[in-house]
Structures are given as structure tokens and as C-alpha cells.
């Protein structure tokens, strides 16, 4: 590893003074809220944004998931809090906060946010997007020539669709559906003249849903490159939804309901059938958030909170454009200068050759680092497993698949073919349950056993197993990674997975196939590290292991890559870890609720964030072990719920070559000075800044630069 990773100095406790009691390490003033902390990640989310180094359109996508991030949270962990408070819970989280106390500060963050965002683009992105011939314009500000293209659009692809729907007594408050567009507006018949008086009906609200099929964005011109909004298009139109009627203005609105439902597997004979119900549920559950425009007239504010069911706190005031992934539309134009360059996919030479994928990978373990290494590597392995007459059986954990996976494909080829393949399909996959529903559904028409858990845990692992006969004899080839088995995602997450022949690592695969399959209660892994049964227990260890080196006056050093740290008991592992001297680094993408840098506590810890052009997901755990090196990979983050809660799998990598490898990948992460930020005590991160004779270095460029279609690294992966 460089220089500059190992500068970090380890201080020694100072025996003068006595150091902190961590037996209460759920102290406030030793922990980060977890729901604080996310939202200081999505803030660096937003961050990236507002970064004028990004081409255009990235800062639109940043500024769109940064709104998708938020809807999640709502949905998820809002919810939750919520639901805690109306059940009059008041017990706080491990921080010290109430969930009262944690739901006024998530708002108090929120809303500046929020604010920041419609900013940027209004003021910003859109107008910059605009001198670049990529126009949005609001139905009022078109031409006649393009009102009436707007017009004939409406007429011929709306209009039939849309259902308004009016509240009277006959007709109550309408179901608004998760995150749907909609507008509201008043309605009441024209004044009718009786004699000398005119006799006018109150006005009632009414509901106009813009139909999830039809783009968001309208296009005006020939060339596709001018649009306005569907909002805006229907309300210049509501005239015909509402004949003789008089109407008000409209004014766009959005609910976001609660999407966190417990899953009471022990009650459920068939899986697969709750899960269908559970997945008709996620529409009906309570609201959580009201997003209102700006202009929307107070009266009709109160009301729709008041027809939600939530309180003047739970509503958010939009001004600019609604649901902001809507306008992830532009970013399928042809518009190259406008976007990243694209990523130049390598392949291993020792995988480019299909016939010769086996025998390579029985040469010496493989390595694949995404997404610089093409993906194919491994939709190819299933592929030619599929394919291969020796092989005769394939086993796999699928988490999220993705639509049209290639690997769901092969597993049917092979089923059909003749070999026996079992395939763990996780139902509870959030957010992918229903794609998850089918696929499980072709998966068990064609033959293949599929096995959908076990009862109370999520299967999160990323295993899968081929084997194959050669002579007299079954031989095993085991893929094991930190990312899903999905095609699509691979292209803009970071992960790293392992092609091996390994009897140790083998033996211990095909008892997690036959415990998850089977139901066994196999607890005996030789090298591999399984949640629930010994993932933790053996983490703690490793992190005592460096403690007691480091008492011992032995170099000492643990380096941790992962997405969230929100597992109380290893943040205590980590403070005693850095009271007698271990110098630590983590890279912690999302959540930590751990204080670095705290006297006596944690001076040898330093947290550092990386938010770039890929969404960072690989988990790479180092440890010096007092110069003999253990690196281990695996699909779970330090989280109470991967640790106890689900199945997961972390394993080590035993050829030097790759360990070598994967040091240096942690070493670039260190000493990124582009993508980074360092969390600070308070909670709080501040972006690295490169010194001006100090070389700028980001760590996906330094990647995406080593990997390149006919050029490898060094040495082979």
C-alpha cells in the first residue's frame, strides 16, 4: 500500500488519564443517529449535483436519485418512526434520541435540502440544459405552433386514459396511490339565474391522476429535444375533463405512503402467494409525506392533510418540478457530451475464450473487479455451465435479478437440458419482490427446484456453484461476490467476485447450499464467515485479534470497505480497538454511527465517504494480523440486520496475487482526493481537497483507466 495510507499514527491511550467506560457504548455522545447519518449521505448525493464538474446530464441524475433516495427513506424508515410515535413509543434509538425528537430533526434537514435541489435545477441545470437545445417549457410559455402539437398529443394519447374523480357525499376522498402524480383543483357548476338572483353550488374538490404510462415530459418539435410538462398539459386541458363546469387552477400534488410491512412468514403455508399479497399491499399503506406545489392555496393544503390523515408537519412544499426521476427521460438523448464518457468494459484474458472458462478458473482463482471488468464474465460462467454436457448441476442464490437476466435464462436452458439446478430465489428482496414473483414463477415451470428461504431471515448472499464431471470425478467452481446477480446494476455498482476451485471453500459452499435448501443447521464452516450463525462472532474476533496484537506492542491496522456501520456492538469492538492503539480506516459509503475522532475513544479511527460516478457496494475487510495478511469479501455491511438477521456471506481470499489487488483497491479509496469526504465527531463530512503540489487522484478514474479492453493490470486478475 502507498506511503500516504500508512501515514496514520497510532496514539497510545494515555495511562494518566482513565478512558472512557464503553460497557454504555449506546451513550449519545458516543454515537451518530442512523437516520442523521443517512441523510448526510444523501446530502452528498445532492452534493454531487450541484458539482459543476459533472457533465449536465450527470448532475440531472444525481439530483434524481437524491429524490428517489428521499422517497425510499420515507417510505421505510420515516414510516417507521411515525408508527412508533402514534404507538406512543419513547424509548430512544442508541444516539439517545426519541423518535419524536428524531422525526423533528429529519424535517429540520430536509426541507433546506429539498430547497437546494429545486434551486440547482431551476436556476442551474435546467437553463444550462437549455443553451445546450435541451428546452422544458411550461404549457403557457409555448408557441401557438407548439400548443397545438402539445394539443393533438393530449388528445390522442391523454385524454382518453385519464379519470377525474370529484369528492362529494356520494363520492368520497379518492385512494391516492405511492408516489403518483396528481392534480387537484376545484369544480362547481356555472351560476344559474333564477329571476333576479343567481344560485351558485360550492365548489368541491376533485383529483385528476397523471396515468403512470405516459412520459412526463411532452416533446413539442420535430426533433424531440423541446418538451413541457404532462402537468401542465392536462391542466391547460382540464376544461375538457370538467364540460360546463367551472374550474379552478390546478395544483400538482404527491403522497407517499408507508412501503414497510412485517411478513408473518410462520402463518404463511405458501411464500410465494403472501408475497403476491404483500406486494398489493405496498400500495395501501398509510401516508407518511404529502408533497404540495408551492403555490397551492392554503385551504386545499388543510384539506388534503386533513383527507391523508397526517399533520401540517408531515407536508412539503415543491417548488419546481415534481418526482424529479420523470426527468431521467432526457437523459436517453443522444446527447454524448452531455454525459460521463462511457465505461470501456474489460475481460480477463483468462475468460475470454468460453471453451476455456473452466480450465482457467481451475488454473488459479479469478478475479473480477465491476464495473471495469465486463459482467459477461460472469453471465458467461452460468452461460456456459448451461451449455456444457459435463456439468451436472448449478446452484445459486438470486437477490435481485433484474428484468430480462440473462442468468435467469441460462438457469432455465440448463433445467431443461437436463441438469439439476436449484436456484434461491428471495421473494423479500425489497422493492424487487414482484419482478422477483415471476421470476421464481418461469423458474419453477421449467423444472428448476426453487427454494424461497428460510423462515425469518433474508438470504442476501451472492453465491453460486457449479459442477461438472471431469473423468471420475465432480469438480466444483464456485462464484462468490459482493454485488447481486444482476446484469443491469453491475453497470453502475462497484463489486468484486471470486472464481475458485477451492476444496476448503467448496466444501463449505455446497453445506450453505444444502442448509438453505434442506433447512439443515449446519454451524461448522472451516473458512467461510455465515450470518446468522458465525458472521459476527467471527468479525468481533478478528477485530480482538488486532486488539491484542496491538497491546502486545505489534503493528497492528484494520481496514474496513463497506456501505453502512450501524451495528452497535461492533462500533464498541472498533472503540476498544482504537483505545489500545489500532490504527483503523474505514470507508463507509452510507451510514455510520460511529465517532471518529473522539478523545480517548476513537483518535485511531478515521471514517472517509466516497460518492462518485458509480454507486459504491463492494465489502472489502483488511487486517495486518501482524504481517500476516487476512482480506475477506462478502455481501454484508455491519448492520444488525445483515449480522443477525439475514444470511449472509463473507469470505476470504487466499492467492497473494489477489489480495495484493484488492490492497491496492483499498488503498486508492484512502487516498481519493476527488470522490472523498471525512466524517468529523460531530456527524458531520467535509470533502477532501487535493493540496496544490499534491497529485488529484480518484479512485473510479484510477480503475477505469487500469482496465481497458486490451490493456490488464500488471499482473493478472
Request: with cysteine.
Amino acid at each position: 500500500m502507498s506511503t500516504a495510507a500508512t501515514k496514520a499514527k497510532t496514539k497510545e491511550p494515555d495511562n494518566a488519564k482513565p478512558l472512557p467506560n464503553l460497557r454504555n457504548v449506546k451513550k449519545q455522545q458516543f454515537l451518530i443517529n442512523r437516520e442523521l447519518s443517512w441523510l448526510e449521505f444523501n446530502r452528498r448525493v445532492l452534493e454531487e449535483g450541484l458539482d459543476q464538474r459533472h457533465p449536465l446530464l450527470e448532475r440531472l441524475k444525481f439530483l434524481a436519485i437524491f429524490s428517489s433516495n428521499l422517497d425510499e427513506f420515507f417510505m421505510i424508515r420515516v414510516s417507521g418512526l411515525q408508527e412508533a410515535v402514534e404507538s406512543g413509543v419513547t424509548q430512544p434509538s442508541p444516539d439517545g434520541l426519541t423518535p419524536t425528537e428524531q422525526l423533528k430533526e429529519i424535517r429540520a434537514r430536509v426541507r433546506p435540502m429539498v430547497a437546494t435541489q429545486m434551486r440547482c435545477l431551476k436556476t442551474d441545470v435546467l437553463p444550462k440544459l437549455a443553451q445546450a437545445g435541451i428546452v422544458i417549457r411550461p404549457y403557457d410559455q409555448l408557441s401557438r405552433r407548439e400548443k397545438k402539437i402539445a394539443d393533438n398529443y393530449f388528445v390522442e394519447n391523454v385524454f382518453p386514459i385519464l379519470t377525474p374523480q370529484a369528492v362529494d357525499p356520494g363520492h368520497p376522498f379518492p385512494y391516492v396511490s405511492s408516489l403518483s402524480l396528481n392534480l387537484g383543483l376545484m369544480v362547481a357548476p356555472p351560476r344559474r339565474k333564477t329571476g333576479d338572483s343567481a344560485v351558485a353550488k360550492t365548489p368541491r374538490f376533485a383529483r385528476v391522476k397523471l396515468p403512470p404510462i405516459v412520459p412526463k415530459l411532452i416533446p413539442i418539435d420535430e426533433q424531440g429535444t423541446s418538451f413541457t410538462f404532462l402537468g401542465n398539459l392536462i391542466a391547460a386541458n382540464i376544461g375538457s375533463l370538467f364540460p360546463h363546469m367551472k374550474t379552478s387552477d390546478c395544483y400538482l400534488f404527491r403522497v407517499t405512503r408507508d412501503a414497510d410491512h412485517d411478513i408473518k412468514e410462520d402463518e404463511a403455508s405458501d411464500l410465494l402467494r403472501t408475497m403476491q399479497q404483500h406486494v398489493r399491499s405496498l400500495r395501501f399503506g398509510d401516508a407518511v409525506r404529502l408533497e404540495v406545489a408551492a403555490d397551492m392555496p392554503a385551504e386545499m393544503v388543510s384539506y388534503l392533510t386533513e383527507a391523508l390523515k397526517l399533520t401540517p408537519d408531515d407536508v412539503y412544499s415543491v417548488d419546481g418540478p415534481f418526482n424529479l426521476p420523470d426527468l431521467m427521460q432526457l437523459y436517453d438523448l443522444d446527447r454524448p457530451e452531455l454525459k460521463d464518457r462511457p465505461l470501456q468494459l474489460a475481460v480477463p484474458p483468462a475468460l475470454r475464450d468460453g471453451a476455456e472458462f473452466f480450465d482457467a478458473i481451475k488454473r488459479h482463482d479469478i478475479l473480477v473487479h465491476h464495473p471495469y471488468t465486463s459482467y459477461s464474465t460472469v453471465t458467461n460462467f452460468i452461460g456456459c455451465a448451461a451449455q456444457d454436457p459435463d456439468v451436472v448441476a448449478i446452484k445459486i442464490c438470486l437477490y435481485r435479478t433484474g428484468k430480462n437476466s440473462p442468468i435467469v435464462s441460462s438457469l432455465i436452458e440448463a433445467s431443461e437440458s437436463g441438469k439439476q439446478v436449484a436456484a434461491l430465489v428471495e421473494l423479500k428482496a425489497r422493492f424487487d419482490e414482484e419482478s422477483n414473483i415471476e421470476w421464481a414463477r418461469r423458474l419453477e415451470q421449467a423444472g428448476v427446484h426453487v427454494v424461497y428461504g428460510i423462515v425469518g431471515l433474508k438470504t442476501h448472499c451472492k453465491l453460486a456453484m457449479v459442477v461438472r464431471r471431469e473423468g471420475q470425478v465432480l469438480q466444483r467452481y464456485v462464484h462468490l461476490a459482493t454485488g447481486n446477480y444482476n446484469p443491469t446494476t453491475s453497470r453502475i455498482y462497484t463489486d468484486v467476485g471470486l472464481f475458485t476451485t477451492d476444496d476448503e471453500i467448496a466444501d463449505d459452499a455446497t453445506n450453505l447450499f444444502n442448509s438453505l435448501t434442506g433447512f439443515s443447521e449446519f454451524d461448522e464452516y472451516d473458512c467461510l464467515l455465515v450470518a446468522p450463525v458465525n458472521l459476527r462472532k467471527k468479525i468481533i474476533r478478528l477485530i480482538k485479534r488486532e486488539t491484542a496484537h496491538a497491546k502486545a506492542g505489534r503493528p497492528a491496522r484494520i481496514i474496513a470497505k463497506i456501505n453502512s456501520l450501524t451495528d452497535v456492538a461492533i462500533a464498541r469492538a472498533l472503540y476498544q480497538a482504537s483505545q489500545a492503539g489500532v490504527s483503523m480506516e474505514l470507508v463507509v459509503r452510507g451510514v455510520c454511527i460511529l465517532r471518529p475522532n473522539l478523545a480517548g475513544v476513537s483518535d485511531n479511527i478515521r471514517v472517509r465517504s466516497i460518492v462518485g460516478r458509480f454507486l459504491e457496494h463492494s465489502r472489502i475487510f483488511y487486517f495486518s494480523n501482524n504481517g500476516k495478511e487476512e482480506v475477506y469479501l462478502g455481501s454484508a455491511d455491519w448492520m444488525y440486520r445483515n449480522l443477525s438477521r439475514r444470511v449472509e456471506l463473507v469470505f476470504p481470499v487466499k492467492d497473494p496475487r489477489l489480495r495484493d489487488y484488492l490492497k491496492s483497491i483499498l488503498d486508492a479509496y484512502l487516498n481519493d482526493n476527488v470522490n472523498a469526504r471525512e466524517l468529523k465527531s460531530d456527524g458531520t463530512y467535509v470533502r477532501v481537497r487535493a493540496a496544490e503540489s499534491e497529485k488529484k487522484r480518484d479512485a473510479q478514474l484510477e480503475f477505469e483507466s487500469a482496465f481497458t479492453p486490451n490493456q490488464t493490470l500488471k499482473y493478472e486478475l
